[in-house]
């Protein structure tokens, strides 16, 4: 058996048995009594007590070095402008692919891994090959239209094969299908003051976070309607504004981050949670708002692992100046899977401000918003594991990873 | 001969009240002859060799124009217009930013502390004599800031028994009323005028229905939460007792807009209002030496407050902006030299919510020399200044000469540098997503230019070329915070490129025909920046731009035709937006009912072709077709300034 074979086997053997009966989460297993990932860790890369070579990682059941590694994730660097793969440890693999101005999100469509550039407005399509990460065809791969001084798409995701995208700075939910050629561009208008950020998908419908007006709105994607609009104003602190932000689908609810900031965009309280039933589009009674805990303020992702729901959280303000500046940064685990969802203890974040998170093979990978680190961390054992520089800060000094992707 | 030096140096004293823009009323009349003679239809007076127009405002009389599009009539001027219809507007000159041109009234430096570019908009056309533009890097003359050009907005002079009074009205709501007035006496002469305007300026536009999907429907809307008002007084005047001289102006404005945002992202609850109060005070004195000495002192109080609704804006914010301080000035002139030093002080504060109250001093001491060869056949004019801003200080300077070549034709040639130190806001402002940033540096202009000039019975005309430098651009880019922006010392362009003007009266026996062409060719290029603008024109700076115009006079009644060509000019620093060329012709008649005293009608139609796709480089729309009827009472002609 060749070693990809293994690898596949290794891969479908660990989501099989991704979550033991004992404790292990989705894409780990007991080795030694301990939940492991054979994925991506280095002591057992493969198989239970494979260990690898010094200086060696572990990337996709096979130990690697350096630049030998495929990457376990792809950032956003939104300062650097451009798209860079990540190893597990995680530190930097292979060049990074310059893309436009502002890439602020990445969706995966297929093989190919597509980023939205916030500021040139515009979206760049990537392809994954041996050689690595590399342009599909001249940039920009598609070019939404800007009307204004401003432009901001801020989101983007796939769903049937169509990519979504939220325009900001019109207020709209862009949808794209990159097969037509010219590409196909359909618009659903989200309202005025909407400032569309994170969506998620339910069935055929989408659920945009309105940052701007605080609400929620359900998008009919057979009918490009919208079809609800959930206010979620009324869960923020006594005086602050919600200002919804990311989404998270698991089982029949929709989990939306609230900022929960003041007039001067300072926190006015914990960070929150908002419930919403996706049977019938409105909120979860006796359960909103979900209080995140003093540990965490403003909640920026969230991302559901095996009924967990993980929420990154973080502060600071515009005028900070080292990460010491950071205040209530953390990753929280709330348990959605019961009937209320029930908070757990804070795994507190030093001088990081996790922002986007996904897990690939059951390990958490998390953009600093601040440093241009990537943070690896484990779900199990509840602690951030390393941390490793990928997004270089250019020479104005800081770098936001703005998203991150797993790796295919 | 001794009469001789002493017409020079009044010369000389002229030319600098025109620099200060209180000279213009009326000087001496044996003057005047001696400025024909040593500067035939010279346009700059503090920049003799300068690529200079300056434009008369009674030319546009009665038409609806501000004194931006006045200005843009010359070559190498862009406007960025937000709107149209007593919206913010402001100039670029040569590609330079807003920022980089110094924009003075009547000699008093506009808005030197928020930056982002004065809005000529509150300037009261009323008000206006004529313009001057000046091309280049003009920091030895105008003083720190002027990194493209400078423009120097001249008030009418006070010539004692002259009066008017004009109403307006038109498309959109828009109305205004003027008045004037001026009385005085052998030695001295007061002008007092008033001006008051508004308009609804609810015009009908079209606009993508969909505004992300490409070449989608055009759907009719109408420009809501767009109208304006504005209202000023201004008192000018001079005393002139033996060999002294006294000038003074004082201006008080105030305006008042709403803020209509884009189509894509309308605001209608966005509002700002502010006022300007002005005042400058000269003396002067021919000294029996040579020597001319002069000394003043100016100052202003601005005012803004702007409220943006949220969630999308950041609620009210307040404004104060004020500067004063005083010069001196000593003029020798020394056989074919004319030298000029003098030194100012002043200081500056900015008082804002936005951005916390800070004030900093500016010292600026300078010398310039005008000096002319054979019986002016060619002349030479060196200046230098050394300005210190707050902790900013800098050199700026400028070589420029021209030879005659023969009759009417000659040559002119210069180069400059300037810097611009950093504005309050980009130093400070802390709002919504902007980030202040403390250790800016300031940005810095070379240019060079040169051109062929006619200047004879045919009229004037000159064609001639540029170059630019701008380095360490202040440029926003993201900050820290998502979302967030940060100004950054992050950008060097250059500029290249030709322009044309012509003005003639050649065939002024055919009912007073006049004509104007001014094109400008601009290539900009990013030569520094992020990757991916590298190499790419920098944005709202369209290629191409052309004005023309033709009007007769032949004294009952008259007419103007005029067309307005801006090309294709991108949206953003990567050159993957862009706006469509756009061409705005306009048409204009008048009638003189009587001579004397004056009574007079006008109509013109703006955007006569209705196009209702027009806008401007940030996407706002601009009017369709817009009418305005116009009444006079006043001086005749003959008696006017």
């Known amino acids: ?408 | 001969m001794r009469l001789e030096r002493a017409r020079r140096v009044f010369f000389a004293l002229a030319v600098t009240w025109s620099r200060l823009a209180l000279g213009a009323g009326e000087p001496p009349s044996v003057v005047l002859p001696e400025q024909v003679i040593r500067l035939p239809r010279s346009p700059a007076p503090q920049d003799p060799t300068a690529a200079a127009t300056v434009v008369e405002a009674w030319r546009f009389e009665g038409e609806l124009k501000g004194v931006a599009e006045l200005a843009a009539t010359a070559p190498g001027v862009a406007i960025r217009s937000y709107g149209g219809l007593g919206q913010l507007t402001t100039l670029s000159i040569r590609g330079s930013n807003a920022g980089g041109v110094r924009v003075l009234l009547d000699g008093i430096p506009l808005d030197t502390a928020a930056g982002g570019g004065v809005d000529l908009s509150t300037i009261p056309l009323h008000w206006v004599d004529h313009v001057e533009v000046v091309r280049g890097a003009e920091g030895a003359y105008y003083g720190a800031g002027a990194l493209g050009g400078a423009v120097n907005v001249v008030t009418r002079p006070a010539v004692a028994g002259t009066w008017g009074a004009e109403v307006t009205g038109g498309s959109f709501g828009t109305v205004s009323g003027v008045g004037d007035v001026a009385v005085g006496g052998e030695r001295w002469a007061l002008l007092t005028a008033v001006t008051a305007g508004s308009t609804q300026g609810d015009f009908p536009y079209l606009t993508p229905s969909s505004p992300s999907v490409p070449d989608s429907p055009l759907v009719l809307e109408t420009s809501r939460n767009a109208a304006a008002a504005q209202g000023g007084l201004l008192v000018k005047g001079r005393w002139t007792p033996g060999l002294d001289r006294l000038d003074g102006v004082a201006q008080l404005s105030w305006g008042w807009r709403q803020l209509p945002g884009v189509p894509a992202s309308p605001t209608p609850s966005d509002w700002q209002r502010g006022g300007r109060a002005s005042g400058a005070l000269r003396w002067s004195r021919l000294l029996s030496s040579g020597l001319t000495l002069e000394a003043g002192a100016a100052g202003r109080v601005e005012t803004l407050d702007v409220f943006t609704a949220p969630p999308g804006g950041s609620g009210a914010t307040d404004q104060r902006d004020a500067a004063g301080g005083g010069e001196a000035r000593l003029t020798w002139e020394a056989g074919p030299s004319l030298f000029t030093a003098g030194a100012l002080g002043s200081l500056e504060r900015l008082d804002s919510t936005a951005s916390g109250d800070h004030r900093r001093p500016t010292w600026a001491a300078w010398a310039s020399d005008d000096f002319t060869i054979g019986k002016e056949a060619a002349r030479i004019s060196p200046a230098v200044r050394v300005d210190a801003v707050g902790p900013y200080s800098g050199v700026s300077a400028k070589l420029g000469a021209s030879a005659r070549l023969s009759g009417p034709w000659s040559l002119r040639a210069s180069a400059g540098r300037s810097f611009r130190p950093p504005s309050f806001s980009e130093l400070y402002l802390v709002q919504g997503p902007f980030e202040p940033n403390p250790d800016l540096g300031p940005e810095v202009a070379w240019s060079v230019d040169g051109a062929a000039v006619y200047d004879g019975p045919l009229g004037r005309a000159s064609a001639g070329g540029f170059g630019a430098l701008y380095d360490d651009l202040i440029v926003y880019e993201p900050g820290r915070v998502p979302g967030s922006f940060k100004p950054q010392n992050a950008l060097r362009a250059s500029s290249a490129g030709l322009e044309l003007e012509i003005l003639t009266a050649a065939a002024r026996d055919l009912w007073g025909l006049q004509g104007q062409l001014s094109y400008t060719f601009l290539a900009t290029e990013i030569l520094r920046g992020v990757p991916g603008v590298v190499g790419k024109e920098l944005p709202q700076r369209p290629r191409n731009r052309a004005y023309a115009r033709v009007s007769v006079d032949p004294g009952v009644a008259g007419g103007h035709l005029e067309a307005q060509y801006v090309g294709l000019q991108y949206l953003d620093s990567r050159n993957i937006h862009s706006a469509p060329a756009s061409l705005i012709v306009s048409a204009g008649a008048f009638a003189r009912i009587l001579r004397s005293p004056e009574v007079r009608i006008g109509a013109e139609v703006k955007t006569l072709l209705d196009d209702r796709t027009l806008q401007d480089g940030f996407g706002y729309p601009l009017p369709s077709r817009t009418l305005l009827v116009s009444l006079r009472v006043g001086s005749s002609p003959e008696n006017r300034p």
């Open chain 1, 1 to 408: 058996m060749n070693s990809r074979a293994a690898a596949v086997l290794l891969l479908a053997a660990s989501l099989a048995a991704c979550k033991s009966e004992v404790v292990c989460t989705t894409g780990q297993v007991l080795c030694d009594g301990q939940c492991t990932s054979l994925q991506s860790d280095a002591s057992s890369c493969g198989a239970c007590g494979r260990s690898c070579g010094a200086g060696e990682s572990c990337s996709g059941g096979l130990c690697c070095q350096g630049d030998q590694c495929p990457p376990a994730v792809y950032a956003a660097c939104f300062n650097g402008n451009a798209v860079q793969g990540s190893t597990g440890v995680p530190a930097p693999v292979g060049a990074p692919v310059a893309v436009e101005t502002g890439p602020i999100s990445l969706a995966w469509r297929g093989s190919s891994l597509w980023v939205a550039n916030s500021i040139s407005n515009t979206l760049d399509r990537m392809s994954v090959s041996p050689s690595g990460l590399s342009a599909d065809g001249p940039f920009p791969t598609v070019s939404v239209p800007v009307s204004g001084p401003f432009s901001d798409l801020e989101f983007l995701a796939e769903w049937n094969g169509l990519l979504h995208a939220s325009n900001a700075a019109v207020g709209s939910l862009v949808i794209v299908d990159p097969d037509a050629a010219p590409p196909g561009i359909a618009e659903v208008p989200l309202g005025d003051f909407a400032f569309p950020q994170g969506m998620a998908f339910a069935g055929n419908k989408a659920y945009v976070a309105l940052n701007g007006s605080g609400e929620v709105v359900v998008v009919d994607l057979t009918a490009r309607t919208v079809t609800k609009r959930i206010d979620l104003s009324s869960l923020a602190s006594a005086g602050a504004s919600a200002l919804p932000s990311r989404l998270a689908v698991a089982g029949d609810r929709v989990y939306v981050t609230l900022w929960n900031l003041d007039a001067s965009f300072s926190p006015a309280g914990h960070g929150r949670l908002a419930v919403i039933d996706a049977t019938t589009d409105s909120l979860v009674p006796s359960v909103n708002p979900v209080d995140l805990g003093g540990s965490c303020l403003n909640p920026a992702g969230i991302a559901v692992l095996d009924g967990t729901a993980w929420v990154t959280c973080g502060f600071f303000p515009y005028t900070a100046t080292s990460a010491a500046d950071i205040t209530g940064a953390a990753f929280v685990p709330v348990d959605v899977s019961g009937p209320a969802p029930v908070v757990g203890a804070a795994v507190p974040v030093e001088l990081a401000a996790p922002g986007s998170l996904v897990f690939c093979n059951c390990t958490g990978f998390a953009g600093d918003r601040f440093s241009g680190d990537v943070l690896r961390f484990d779900p199990v054992a509840r602690t951030v594991t390393s941390r490793g520089l990928v997004c270089p800060p250019p020479s104005t000094g800081s770098s936001f990873v703005a998203d991150v992707a797993c790796g295919r």
